[in-house]
């Protein structure tokens, strides 16, 4: 990737690729589930199959989407933009591990047993990264995937020219405090397995994330401390050799509202000239009300001044930004969609 | 809903630790500072311990750096006879000298070059929650032995749910002293104990396979540290319980902190209703960031008027009406947050900080907020 701006118009996402696994982070708070199932369903167009993943076992997907908890089975759990599907999968590092084992140790029902003993937890929880690496398999494992229905690797019913089963595979990912580390899945192992199976599937997995096909996006507001969590993410992890794609500002004001305050900065809000314009239009006023009134106009303008300079700092950071509007409703599935639309007005497309 | 008095809390000297929970994003770290601030210049002797602040709070308390000490906060009024420091969570040196107090050196270097110790004590979940608890301990054991401070405000880390500071120290001890990684960090006295065949062929076919997974070295790793750390603590989970006692002392209060959004406000419901499990003192929750009306005019009455001034040629004013009516849509959005979560809790006290336009970026911010925290 090159930093000189290039005359043609640039993907909404920001690379030259066609990226496929999209990883969707940002600090906590931000609404980064919301986004990330808006993206899906902005990606989800005709006839096309969206996989939507979380990693920790939050059940935000089924929470957002208003179904049903998600299981570590995929399951279809909304209708894309444009007639697609969108699938959920809840990724549990123990549920991996056993599938894990079985897969390459041929444990068959000994998973259970296990279980039981605490082994499961034991391995996902006390050695650093392995829990990444069973959960970046799974990711691995659904973006490689294909139609012919097993996973490239297995020895049956593989295929190499049968399509992916998924066109897109979007990531809740952990928030940007953890993402780095989430995603250095071989760096976490240094110490630790340094042969082996699970060894192997890391280099794989860094293989994936570091290619043209993955590029993680970073969801914020316009608020001080998202936003420089933002900018060190986006440094961070382009210095680890990731793609970055867009900047998502959530939550942001609409543009009436921005007008309205611009037309307010352009002068200061004088309560004695205002008190008869209020009193012409019916409005009893009392010199308290006018300086409530001058104050929140105040209050107004510096936010939207801070806003503006955060702005600012968001686009320096050089990557595509989309802006998704505040809704004081709430999230839910009817939300989603028309945050997807949202996106696909500005230039999301599978 | 009664009004939460906290200033009264603050001046009384039976008050010797507030906890300030929450979930993340709503606060707590300044709520933190500002009741520090407030208790130190009305004569008390207070120190806070931050976790992870915003930068420009942390420059406004003087806390440059990660720095595991109490320094004395510069500017503030000490007229009353009190006194401020302040101090951010370093948590790893926290572990590392909770190991370098208790073991023999040759022991604590063992432990402290250990593999699955690094890990732990930088990156396991939990770990951050369980040393804030200990430097909690630290802080007043040394505040009761050198009478250097009267009263320590703690901030909790930053996690999705307040319940994480509660849970973690215990889920880290209960896993550490768990079934399975007993046996495999000491085979032969489990073994001698009750015997391999007692054991079943299950937990022999547990270790081998995670052996196998996970590597020798790791498996010897995770005994040396275990046996090590026993040595030490006489396991892991005495001295979580020990340390979560810490909380139920006399003297020490929580508050909760939320923001008037419908799922900090859930959260904090948890936590109240876990506090009154677990026999913690709850004193109120604050709610922050509360957007409140400056001016009596509906939000659609302000409106109709903005729409007649435009009609007259008045835009700017029209403009500052249509400003209000956002503003005081949001108020009320607020106002019947609010009314359900005391309708939900009614024994709950609580207590209202106002929305304010600009970051906390310096001591007289800070006493603002101090001034509606403790003005039921």
Redesign the interface.
């Known amino acids: 990737m090159t930093t000189a701006r290039e005359p043609r118009a640039v993907a909404w996402h920001g690379t030259n690729g066609a990226p496929r696994l999209h990883i969707v982070t940002g ?3 931000t609404g980064k589930t919301t986004v990330a199932a808006a993206l899906a369903t902005a990606l989800a167009g005709e006839g096309r199959r969206v996989l939507l993943v979380e990693t920790e076992e ?1 059940q935000g997907i089924s929470q957002v989407l208003d179904v049903a908890p998600l299981g570590t089975e995929e399951t279809e759990v909304a209708t894309g933009l444009d007639g697609g599907a969108v699938w959920g999968l809840s990724i549990e590092a123990g549920a991996a591990l056993v599938e894990y ?1 079985r897969l390459f ?1 041929r ?1 068959g029902m ?1 998973g259970d ?2 279980q ?4 499961i ?3 996902t ?4 990264g ?1 829990r990444d690496v069973l959960i970046g398999g799974k990711i691995y494992e659904s973006v490689r995937r294909t139609t012919a229905g097993r996973a490239p690797g297995a020895r049956r019913g593989r295929d190499p020219d049968a399509p992916p089963a998924y066109d897109a595979v979007v990531l809740d990912a952990p928030p940007t ?1 953890r993402i780095g ?1 989430f995603l250095d899945v071989t760096g976490q192992l240094a ?6 199976p ?1 060894r192997n599937q890391a280099d794989a997995i860094r293989g994936l994330l570091h290619s043209g096909t993955t590029v993680v996006h970073v969801v914020t507001l316009l608020e ?2 998202p936003v ?1 969590e933002t900018l060190d993410a986006v440094r961070d992890l382009a210095a680890d050799g990731l793609r970055i794609g867009a900047i998502v500002v959530n939550q942001a004001r609409d543009d009436s ?1 921005r007008s ?2 611009d ?2 900065a ?2 200061e ?1 004088d309560p004695a ?2 008190g008869p ?2 009193e ?4 009893r006023t009392t010199p308290a ?9 105040a ?2 303008v ?2 939207r001044d ?1 806003e503006l300079s955060l702005e600012d700092a968001v686009a320096g950071a050089g990557r595509p930004v989309l802006t998704l509007p505040h809704l ?1 409703e ?1 999230v839910g599935p009817d939300a989603v969609w028309r945050l997807a639309a949202e996106l696909a007005d500005q230039g999301v497309r599978p | 809903m009664s009004d939460l008095d906290l200033g009264a809390l603050l001046d009384d000297p039976e008050t010797s630790v507030i906890v300030c929970c929450g ?3 709503v606060g707590k770290t300044t709520t933190a500072a500002a009741l520090a601030l407030h208790a130190a210049e009305r004569g008390r002797h207070v120190v806070v311990l931050t976790i992870d602040p ?3 709070l942390a420059q406004a308390l003087g806390l440059e750096e990660l720095d595991n000490t109490p320094r004395p906060v510069a500017s503030v009024d000490t007229s009353a006879g009190g006194s401020l420091d302040a101090m951010m969570l370093d948590m790893k040196r926290t572990f590392d000298e909770v190991v370098l107090t208790h073991a023999d050196p040759e022991t604590a270097q063992q432990i402290l070059d250990n ?2 110790y690094q ?2 004590s930088s ?2 979940a939990g770990t951050q929650e369980y040393m804030a608890m200990e430097r909690l301990g630290q802080l007043r054991h040394q505040a009761d032995a050198e009478g250097t401070w009267d009263l320590i405000v703690v901030d909790t880390p ?1 996690s ?1 749910s307040a319940l994480d500071f509660l849970d973690a120290p215990t889920r880290l001890g209960s ?1 550490l002293d ?4 007993r046996l ?1 960090s000491a085979p032969a006295r489990a073994g001698g104990r009750v015997g391999a065949r007692a054991l079943g062929v ?2 022999s ?3 081998a ?2 052996g ?4 020798k ?2 498996m010897l790793d ?1 005994s040396t540290f275990v046996a090590a750390m026993d040595t030490v603590f006489g396991g892991f989970r005495a001295r979580a319980d020990e340390t979560y006692a810490l909380l139920q002392a006399p003297g020490t209060r929580f508050v909760v902190v939320a923001a008037p959004e ?1 799922d900090a406000l859930r959260e904090a419901g948890y936590f109240v209703q876990r506090l009154a499990r677990d026999q913690m003192p709850l004193a109120g929750l604050v709610l922050n960031r509360v957007a409140v ?5 509906s939000a659609d ?1 302000a409106r109709d ?1 903005a729409e ?2 435009e009609e ?1 040629g ?11 009516a ?2 005081a ?2 108020a009320a ?1 607020h106002r019947r947050l609010i009314r359900d979560t005391a309708a939900a809790y009614p024994r709950l006290a609580t207590v209202q900080v106002p929305l304010a ?3 906390i970026a310096d001591l007289p911010a800070l006493r603002d907020v101090a001034a509606a925290l403790t003005t039921p």
Do not use: C, N
């Open positions: 600090k906590g708070g939050r084992l140790y444990l000994a047993l296990l039981k003993m605490g082994a937890e034991f391995a929880t006390i050695a650093p392995v405090g580390r110490d630790l397995a340094k042969v082996g699970i001080q401390l420089q509202v309205t305050v037309v307010v352009t002068q809000p000239r205002m314009q209020l012409s239009v019916g409005i009300m006018l300086e409530g009134l001058a104050l929140t106009a209050e107004a510096e936010r801070l004081p709430g | 979930a993340g994003g915003a930068r420009r593999s699955i890990a732990l990156s396991f930053p999705r896993f768990g079934r399975f990684i495999i299950g937990m076919l547990a270790a396979t995670i196998k997974l996970l590597g070295q790791f995770v419908r009306s400056r001016a009596r005019i009455r008027a007649a001034l007259a008045d835009r700017h004013t029209a403009a500052v009406l249509r400003v209000h956002d503003h849509e949001v959005r336009g600009a970051d």
